[in-house]
């Protein structure tokens, strides 16, 4: 059977490429071997960047990784990105065009990456011979494409700051769970809210609070990994979550360096503004095995925490109200 599924791979007319968790490459079909003039013995058992160094650029390697880790599947077009595998002789880089599609496949209670090149060289050239590729695409319904991948992005994406919203929040935290439960690791929510954000607003108008929002946005995704997210819940609360945590001191860490980043004032506009915030933690799975327990208890532990005295995070306990840190 493996040698059957062996030639049916080498017999597409797609370039087939597998990696392992760790980037290394474990398939590598007939027809990359033949454009690129690399034999399988040579690419098998390499990293990816090595053989296509394409894929060492911080696009691509975060796309590999949200498929590994996130589930992910990615589109990647030819006509914005050109070619993603080069043949050896690299001088005709400039006239190829490839479409790419990377997307998590389950084996054997592990997970690769599918990358999929999908060459559409000639198709492009015809469409220059006609000197308009953007009528081209269009009639290929690459125009519907863009048009749905945007109104996907607002749809889960909030409006002010860009972050993800509460639907795309509940998909992704669902899926750290999922990722959580096969590693057995931990993975932490953290609910934060801003202390007396209203004060800016009746002090500087909702302009400056806006602003303030955005800012924050930012800041607090310079406290955290690629790896983590960071959403807009709703008016001045965000919900962190942090994934492939070994113990409760990695997540402390975090909310310590995040207290910290707030120390520094922000300038909105032509005023300094100072922002506290408060920060309420559950852990799955010790508090719960549920997204939306795990959101209500790391809510109910900010609430405490706030009353208790601001600018402090508290982990969720069921038992007691939590100690602030």
Not at 93 to 116: F, H, S, W
Request: glycine share 4%.
């Amino acid at each position: 059977m493996d040698s059957l599924f062996s030639q049916v791979l080498d017999q597409m007319n797609i370039g087939t490429i597998v990696v392992d968790q760790n980037l290394t490459i474990v398939i590598w079909n007939a027809w990359i071997e033949q454009f690129t003039h690399i034999q399988k013995g040579q690419a098998i058992g390499q990293k990816i960047e090595t053989v296509c160094p394409r894929f060492g650029e911080k696009i691509y390697f975060e796309i590999l990784q949200k498929s590994l880790f996130f589930g992910q599947r990615r589109f990647c077009s030819g006509a914005l990105h050109s070619a993603f595998i080069f043949p050896a002789n690299n001088t005709l880089e400039a006239t190829i065009r490839q479409n790419m599609e990377i997307g998590p496949i389950y084996y054997d209670k592990k997970v690769y990456a599918l990358i999929q090149i999908i060459d559409i060289t000639s198709h492009l050239n015809r469409v220059h011979q006609l000197k308009n590729i953007i009528k081209a695409l269009e009639i290929e319904n690459e125009h519907i494409k863009v048009s749905e991948r945007i109104s996907n992005h607002h749809a889960l994406h909030d409006c002010l700051t860009n972050l993800p919203n509460r639907t795309l929040l509940d998909e992704q935290l669902n899926l750290a769970i999922k990722y959580a439960r096969r590693t057995k690791e931990l993975l932490a929510v953290l609910f934060l809210d801003l202390d007396e954000f209203k004060l800016v607003n009746d002090n500087f108008g909702h302009s400056y609070g806006d602003e303030l929002l955005r800012g924050v946005s930012e800041r607090l995704q310079a406290c955290i990994r690629k790896s983590d997210l960071l959403s807009r819940f709703g008016g001045d609360e965000f919900i962190i979550v942090l994934s492939q945590i070994k113990t409760k001191q990695d997540v402390k860490i975090i909310a310590e360096k995040v207290i910290s980043a707030f120390e520094q004032p922000f300038e909105i506009y032509d005023q300094i503004v100072f922002i506290t915030l408060s920060i309420g933690i559950s852990v799955y799975p010790s508090d719960t095995l549920d997204a939306k327990d795990l959101i209500k208890n790391a809510d109910l532990a900010m609430y405490r925490s706030k009353k208790s005295r601001k600018n402090s995070f508290s982990f969720f306990d069921s038992g007691s109200n939590p100690d602030p840190q």
